[in-house]
Each structure stands twice: as structure tokens, then as C-alpha cells.
């Protein structure tokens, strides 16, 4: 008699990986109440139903809209909005009949131990192909992101980790692994040729350069765990209105405008600090600060309450100060 060989993967291989992870990764279609709509990608957070994904993903869905999810085993089911945060494109959804659904939660890897050069592992939805693979390294950590999904809603930044791996449109909200399984990030930008940062999911139809970005796990679980808790984003903040459009010198708090509100809010951390309009924040912390966006990057990888070191620069007379963040609720 003949014994039937079956097929083994190496533990840790890629293609092991994928088969660990597939099941617990889902396709979305979001579809507002006026038709329009698109594909993007999530995975499950817990065993409660929640699944973590990004904000452009089911923003159009969010108010009086349409939300699936499909498993890789074809199943499909409803879906709806928990929480979502524009501002750190971080979305929560929960499914609205979780009963019977085997439901087994990606392992959470540390994001801040993520090395350049570790090996990737990306599963996602480019294009609408489900169940899509694609493998690469940690080619940067922290690269400030600021994007926008070309639907008029205001941009998002993060402090990402950037990969080679292959990230398409419909790769948004897909996790992006490490070499032993772990979400190490959410896959949530692309760079294209001759444009802006665009998201992995949004409208336009670029494809990989290899250069994607990802939200760092340890800032997306933070938010996630916001959501869950009380559907309302909390963002760390300084209290100071800083030039969005500069770069390459540093983060400058405006001029105060006449009749307009203070660029640096009195009483405000900020405020207790010593900044004032005019000053160019250089460094937070150990990292440089070379425009607005990256500052807000920054500050968002925080929680109200920390303590952080500002580096300024005011009259060409550079000075430290420490700042301890004050917190906005809500994306309005």
C-alpha cells in the first residue's frame, strides 16, 4: 500500500505564516447610501467580534451606509462602524451577528522592536483580490505620513513604518506581519510615482512602488482600544497651531492673526511650557522635526498626559522645554 504524503511548511516560512493568518484576515465592502463605495482589508481584533481596520476603509459606510465582511472561507456577513479615528485612520467594526463565526485574533507584535531589515509578511485585498500575500522587509521605522483619501476628508498622520512589501489599493486595514506571525502594523498608505501620499485603499488607482506605510501596532491598539471603550478617538495635542506647509526647517507655531484665535492657546500646554507664536520646534524628544506634519506625527504617537522634550528655536537662540500633552476628543 501506498501512504499518502502530505504537504508540511516549514514552521516560520512564509507560506506558514499565510496559512496561520488567512483565516483571521477579512475583505470589506463599504457602500454609502448613495452607491458609491470600495474594498479594503481588516482582521480580527478579538473574540468578541471586533475587527480593526483603517478609517478611509469604512468612512463611506459610516453614517447610513452598507458594511460586509468576507472570510477567506467565502463566508460573508454585516457589519458595523464601533468607532472610527480620521485623524489616525484607525477604524474598529464589529460584526452585528458574530454567533457561530470562528473568530481567532491576530497576535499583536511590539512595534517599537520592529528593526529595519525584518523581514514582512503583507495580506490584504489589492484591487479587489482577496487573500493576496506579498513579502518584503521594515525598509524605514518612523517616516512621518501625512495623507489624505481624496474624498474631501481632512488628512491623517502617522509616524509609520515604511516596507517594500507589495501594498495596492484595497491593501488598507490589512495587517502587516513580522517573521513570526505578529501584526507589527497596519497597512494603510502607498507612495506613487509623480504623486502624494495616497492611501492603500482610497480612490486613486496607483500601484506599489514599494514604498508603503504602515500604522505602527502599539499606537493603532491604543486607539483601538479607545474605540471599543468609548467610540470617541482622543489625540494628544500641544495646544499650539503650527504651519502645515513649511518643511525642512522645523514645525513654526503661527503668528497670532488679528481676530482670529491665539496660535498658542493660553493656559494651554504650550502655554505652560513657554512657547509662543513664531517659535520653530526642531526636535521632540530625540526626533527631528522638519515641518508641521511631522510634529503631529509625533505627538500622536503619545497619550494625553505624557511628558515630552521640546527643542526650539526662537530669535536664532535654540532652547529646550518639557511639555506635558493636554487631549482633544473627537475628530471635530
Given amino acids: 500500500m501506498y501512504k499518502r504524503q502530505t504537504e508540511s511548511r516549514t514552521p516560520g516560512s512564509v507560506a506558514d505564516i499565510a496559512s496561520k493568518a488567512l483565516p483571521s484576515v477579512v475583505t470589506i465592502e463599504a457602500q454609502s447610501s448613495n452607491g458609491e463605495g470600495g474594498t479594503g482589508t481588516g482582521f480580527v481584533y478579538d473574540k468578541q467580534g471586533h475587527i480593526l481596520t483603517n478609517n478611509h476603509v469604512v468612512a463611506s459606510a459610516a453614517e447610513s451606509g452598507k458594511l460586509s465582511v468576507t472570510f477567506s472561507d467565502g463566508k460573508q456577513y454585516d457589519a458595523e462602524v464601533l468607532g472610527r479615528a480620521q485623524g489616525y485612520d484607525v477604524a474598529v467594526i464589529k460584526l452585528k451577528n458574530p454567533s457561530g463565526v470562528k473568530l481567532n485574533p491576530l497576535p499583536l507584535g511590539d512595534s517599537d522592536k520592529a528593526a529595519v531589515g525584518d523581514a514582512t509578511v503583507a495580506i490584504g485585498a489589492p484591487f479587489g483580490l482577496s487573500g493576496t500575500v506579498t513579502t518584503g522587509i521594515v525598509s524605514a521605522k518612523k517616516r512621518p505620513v501625512?495623507?489624505?483619501?481624496?474624498?474631501?476628508?481632512?488628512?491623517?498622520?502617522?509616524?509609520?513604518?515604511?516596507?517594500?512589501?507589495s501594498i495596492n489599493p484595497g491593501n488598507s486595514g490589512g495587517p502587516l506581519l513580522n517573521a513570526q506571525g505578529a501584526v507589527i502594523g497596519i497597512n494603510s498608505a502607498i507612495q506613487s510615482a509623480g504623486t502624494g501620499g495616497g492611501f492603500g485603499g482610497g480612490q486613486t488607482q496607483s500601484g506599489s512602488i514599494g514604498l508603503g506605510f504602515a500604522i505602527p501596532i502599539n499606537q493603532a491598539k491604543n486607539v483601538a482600544e479607545q474605540l471599543i471603550k468609548d467610540h470617541t478617538p482622543i489625540y494628544p495635542v500641544i495646544s499650539a497651531t503650527v504651519n502645515m506647509k513649511d518643511a525642512g526647517n522645523g514645525a513654526r507655531i503661527a503668528p497670532n492673526g488679528s481676530g482670529g484665535a491665539p496660535a498658542v492657546t493660553p493656559g494651554g500646554p504650550a502655554d505652560k511650557a513657554g512657547l509662543k507664536p513664531g517659535d520653530v520646534i526642531t526636535k521632540l524628544d530625540d526626533t527631528i522635526v522638519d515641518s508641521g506634519p511631522t510634529l503631529i506625527s509625533e505627538i500622536w504617537t503619545h497619550k494625553p498626559g505624557d511628558k515630552v522634550t521640546v527643542t526650539y528655536v526662537r530669535d536664532g537662540k535654540q532652547a529646550t522645554t518639557q511639555i506635558v500633552l493636554g487631549e482633544r476628543r473627537g475628530d471635530s
Wanted: glycine share 20%.
Fill in 146 to 165: 501625512a495623507s489624505s483619501d481624496g474624498g474631501g476628508s481632512g488628512p491623517s498622520y502617522m509616524s509609520a513604518l515604511q516596507t517594500d512589501a
